[in-house]
């Protein structure tokens, strides 16, 4: 069985983690959870909103989580800027499961007076489409709410996703470069919670660092 309290403990030092993202854009566009402020003041205490913007030539989809794809020049996704630092890249890069579940991708952004580089994460499987869980929504919705952004492209994306579901499979093994494809990873049908040797409760309603929870709900919207 996998030891989660190694996997937490693994964690680079702060000075080897400046090194490895000294380079990296500063500039993150945010389209989904991560525009919870409440969640991201505790995945990335440090990461300042600088404004709601649109990324064009894209559109929202739901694959158990949300991502997005191309689509026409005229389609938008809004989200919002966060300038941020290393260890908040850093901290993102783990959420996201980057590199094997979502990739990364920049684009020029003006800021302020300032052309800028900025990343934003897509997933590696463009194929799936699967509504999301209750608990996932609602964190999205209300950081569509706390950065000023209309919610009807979110809830078309819902809506899509309700219509046009194409699996059961939950692909975030890929998080953990597990081969969800030849290992099949069920959509749980209750609540996911873990219990370590500290006893900690690892429950993302708390403390948001659990990312497994937004495929297990006992309300999963548009399945069962």
Known sequence: MYNWTTYIDREPNREDIRKKYKKHPRYYFGYGSNLNLKQMSVRCPTAQLISAAELEGFKLVFRGVLDIERARANSKVVGAIFKVNSYDIYKLDCYEGYPTFYNKETTIAKVGNENVKLFYYIMNNQ???????EYYYDACEQGYKDCGLPIQRLRQAYYNSTNQ???????????WDIKTRTGVINIPKNNITYKYNNDWD??????????????????????K
């Open 202 to 223: 690892f429950n993302q309603e708390n403390i948001f660092i659990d990312d497994t929870k937004p495929y297990g709900n006992n309300n999963i919207k548009g399945g």
């Open 165 to 175: 579901k194409n699996t059961n499979i939950v692909d975030c093994g890929a998080k």
């Open 127 to 133: 194929y799936d489409v699967k509504p999301p869980s």
